[in-house]
């Protein structure tokens, strides 16, 4: 069969002919691959600031945001048949007994860093015309979200990161309402993290680099979040506009943006921080503020990475509402759909909001 894969040492990004994987275990489940998405990670795969082949191969097939179609069931698998739309989780636990997280099922807080993640670290990604995977790292999706089930992985980072959010603010019982979010940043990561804080009932606003008009500040429009520039509003006049805001959520990457953020977090208020710097960037950061502004307003910042089983049951659910209150708009994040052996290509492209990677003859 035909998979995407970089090579190691080189980096270089090849469409190879591998062996086409079969069922070795009766709880497994094997799958044609339907989409894949390409992301920020699989452009620093590229650059080789992630990436890691699994022991004893010189390649890592790509790809880690998946929908596909299953072909075959093992003897014990329940609830899949032939024919059901599936989505697979990315992160597998590290074998080790004192880890608490991977051993209570929540591989996504590993605290060993010996976890494996398809298509990323260790174990090879979905970017291939089919795949086999335990059906305990499989989620069903409805039919209805086969245009748009592949944005679940990216959703699952806000789902966790709003999970979150609960946790910590259960320490203000007489906040009534969520109140307003910032989120940073207008790629697909951010619209999604929008799209998910206003079905929670935050008043979303969208800060990001691009001024308008631009396709990324027509999508947030579209769903009822006003889309700022900051080449246009500066951070203090952002906060002048906006006042206090009670979540931001950060979908950059971009260190500077992210801190000088803070200055827009009100009282008792959560920054999440969700990207990984791609890029070097000055930061001159003012140690004594920025802890006095943690301390003295009681706010939490927090990083979170991957996501968990109930994650992605809530994204999935999730898309199925945001499909109904915001029609066509889930659609319109994906920008445009390539063959495989345009990878390489769609990893470096400039524009757009999500492109995918389509293993059908027609996309659908």
Known sequence: MKAVAIMFPSREVRVLDVPEPKLHSPTQVKVRTLEVGVCGTDQDILKGHHGEAPRGEDHLILGHECLGEVMEVGAHVQGLKPGDLVVPRVRRPCPHAHCP???????????????????????????????????????????????????????????????????????LPWKLSPGKALVLGAGPVAQLGAMALMRAGFDVTVYSRSPKPNEKAAAAEAMGAPYISSKEVTVEALKKQLGGVDVIYEATGASKVAFDSLQVLGENGVLIFTGVPGREEPLELQGDQVMGQLVLGNRVMFGTVNASD?????????LARFRAKWPGRLEALITQRHPPSEFAKVVEAKGGIKHVISFQEHAR
């Open 101 to 171: 997280a991977c051993r209570h099922g929540h591989p996504d807080f590993c605290v060993t860093g010996d976890y494996t993640e398809r298509g990323i670290k260790g174990a090879h990604g979905f970017c291939s015309e089919h795949f086999v995977e335990d059906a305990a790292y499989l989620h069903k999706a409805e039919d209805s979200l086969r245009g748009v089930a592949v944005l679940t992985e990216p959703l699952t980072i806000a789902e966790k990161g709003l999970r979150e959010v609960a946790h910590i603010q259960s320490r």
């Open 310 to 318: 109930g994650d992605f049951r809530e994204a999935l659910e999730d």
